[in-house]
């Protein structure tokens, strides 16, 4: 497997439990600085939707939140970064999700003369994460996550980027018992992760809870980039 495409470019690694908002940060960053975004959920979700052997293996897996086993789940993100355009850089979202898999991620890198250039970690206390989880909706078509009208509890109408065609649902994974255990294994196999980049000196956090808006400013000071007025 090789990485040599990755060999230039920004590599960051979106870090923090589920429903920290990694994936609409991602969003954002990949408008902003044109980097690819790589999410290990959405490839296992493209292997589900498309029925493949792969998503047959990690449906179970995933629907009970626990991790993928890293024979299947670290061939498959390596994969999506080999063949990324030269020098485009990439942007990791959930990915690494324990030790091995940031050890594996840095031995493939090392062999591209490349490596991790940031880690930043979206930092939401359980009791947020798990409202957000339990309000969430997602588009099929488009990714997005919307959530419950708060004053009502009734679901999202629709989404805005889709609004004739648009199939709203909740995933497998956000049932209450899926998302306890999801926060289980994110502190007992994830956050150990931070650990290992903070040794290496290239983690910083930024706070998760407040606005979309406010927390993709403190992303963008993390990475060094000031914001446009
Ligand atoms: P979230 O961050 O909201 O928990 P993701 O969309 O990142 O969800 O992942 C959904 C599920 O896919 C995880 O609960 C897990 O079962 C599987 N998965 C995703 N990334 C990994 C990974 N790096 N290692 C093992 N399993 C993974």
Known sequence: MSLANAASGL???????????????????????GVDHVSSGDLFRHHLSTGTELGDLARGYMNRGELVPDQVTIGMVLDRIGQLPCGQGFMLDGFPRNTNQARALDESLTLA???IDRVVHIAVADDEL????SNR???RSCQKPFAR????GAPPSGCDTFPDDC?????????????ANRLVVYHRETAPVLDYYRERGLLTDVAGE???ESVNESLLHALGLTVEV
Not at 149 to 152: F, I, L, N, R, Y
Request: contains cysteine; glycine residues 10%; neutral net charge.
């Open 11 to 33: 590599r960051l690694v979106l870090f923090g439990p589920p429903g920290a908002g990694k994936g609409t940060q991602a969003q954002l960053l990949k408008e902003r600085l």
């Open 113 to 115: 003369n490349a490596a």
């Open 130 to 133: 798990i409202r957000r989880l």
């Open 137 to 139: 909706y997602i588009c």
């Open 149 to 152: 009208d708060p004053a009502t």
């Open 167 to 179: 199939d709203i649902y909740q995933r497998d994974d956000d049932t209450p018992e899926a998302v």
């Open 210 to 212: 407040g606005a979309v």
